[in-house]
């Protein structure tokens, strides 16, 4: 298969579909790639070949670059170093993308776009990733770059949107978004991906509208995003509409945020219906171990759990959560308990509070001890949060309570108070 060939199959005119089987990068299937890469010739004479077609009557010089940049990288590449090739991959998603901004043909060349995509980025990855074990200070350079090479697209796209934008680029809005937002999260800025986010958004599209898939992924990152930002209702929700549509096989990977993200929204969980959805995944006992201490309110237990488990909640990025967000939960249920033994009564006395908190905290229990200070803060704090309808009595050192519902529930109140509204174009 030389190059005489592949520049007869491609012709002056190329369509989407030959734009597509001719640009493939997979040499098992592309058998210009080995026929050309084979070609003795140096790169200035394949070049003055290609030189010698004119591509679209000459209205499209970047398709041009499209081709010389093609025929360079299957020229010039080092089959056993991809440290080596990489630049060439990198540099031909490039110059697809300068041809894809083209008003009148850019059409043609989108379905260049995603299988460039899939194979390129797992090679930056992969590349960077080495480069980070040698050297930790390493700012994800090739990843880095595509993303430049992404936003490029997806800005294009964006700006392009209406009535007459061609279906080939708006079908793959989504899926340049969702890409963006994998490399934001692999070099560690995922909160880049809020401009991604925030133009999505206002752009006004109907969700539906794209493959499945890339719904499913899209609200996969923007959930991560609303759970680096605290944003705990906006997060179990998009994880929640996840984890009812993905596969066996991701639905793991959903339920690791979603677990913790129910126990902060005070959702007990179900740990037997999480085995028969995801199996015994390995993360399980450390939610077991919080929730059974949370659920108790048992603060000695809770620090315990949490720092057997440190190291994988650091990882996760949970580990301020779940020390902030759990222990306002834990708290609460100790007052309940508190509340219950006493009969649900109208009232609570400090000395009832005080050596419940005593047992809770044990060796963890401030230096200061116990006193009223301390029954009063909780309360106070729980009773801000609406997350106990009563009021101190200081001058008898009481809690009054509410005649009913005393322990709101939590989820409900915290929809109520932070569930935001501007997601809800994608309920289409």
Not at 5 to 33: C, E, V, W, Y
Not at 93 to 111: C, K, M, P, Q, R
Not at 242 to 254: G, H, K, N
Request: hydrophobic share 45%.
């Amino acid at each position: 298969m030389s190059l005489s060939q592949f520049l007869g199959q491609l012709g002056t005119k190329p369509n989407s579909k030959t734009l597509s089987r001719l640009f493939n990068l997979d040499p098992a299937t592309n058998k210009f790639i080995v026929g050309i890469y084979n070609d003795t010739r140096d790169f200035n004479s394949l070049k003055q070949q290609v030189n010698q077609v004119e591509f679209y009557d000459g209205g499209w010089p970047a398709f041009d670059q499209v081709v010389f940049s093609f025929v360079r990288l299957c020229s010039q590449l080092d089959p056993n170093s991809l440290v080596m090739s990489f630049d060439l991959y990198a540099q031909f998603l490039s110059d697809v993308s300068v041809a894809f901004t083209n008003l009148g043909n850019g059409a043609l060349i989108a379905s260049v776009i995603a299988p460039t995509v899939d194979t390129v980025v797992p090679m930056a990855r992969k590349l960077d990733q080495q480069l980070k074990n040698y050297e930790a200070d390493a700012v994800y350079p090739r990843l880095t770059f595509l993303a430049s090479v992404l936003l490029r697209v997806f800005n294009h796209i964006r700006s392009q949107l209406g009535d007459n934008t061609p279906e080939a680029k708006q079908s793959l809005l989504l899926y340049v978004s969702n890409k963006l937002c994998f490399i934001y999260n692999q070099i560690g800025n995922p909160l880049l991906c809020q401009n991604v986010f925030s133009n999505i958004t206002t752009a006004n599209l109907k969700f539906s509208q794209f493959p499945a898939a890339d719904q499913l992924q899209y609200r996969f990152y923007l959930a991560k995003f609303y759970l680096i930002k605290h944003h705990l209702v906006d997060a179990y929700r998009h994880f929640s509409w996840c984890v009812e549509r993905c596969s066996a096989r991701e639905r793991e990977r959903v339920l690791k945020y979603l677990v913790p993200l129910g126990m902060m929204l005070g959702r007990s969980p179900n740990f037997n219906g999480i085995t028969r959805q995801a199996g015994a995944v390995s993360w399980l006992p450390v939610y077991r171990d919080i929730a059974g201490a949370v659920s108790a309110g048992n603060y000695a237990g809770f620090v315990e759990a949490v720092t057997r488990h440190e190291a994988y909640l650091k990882q996760m990025g949970l580990l301020v959560l779940v020390r902030s967000k759990l222990e306002v939960v834990l708290f609460r249920n100790l007052l309940r308990q508190v509340w219950k033994i006493q009969g649900q009564a109208s009232t609570l006395t400090y000395g009832a509070i005080q050596n419940a908190l005593r047992l809770s905290w044990g060796a963890y229990a401030p230096e200061g001890g116990v006193d009223a200070l301390v029954v009063e803060n909780m309360v106070v704090s729980l009773v801000d949060q609406n997350l106990l309808r009563g009021k101190l009595v200081s001058s008898v050192s009481k809690v009054a309570v509410a005649s009913s519902n005393v322990f709101p529930e939590i989820s409900g109140i915290y929809t109520q108070k932070f569930g935001g509204a501007g997601d809800k174009w994608m309920d289409d």
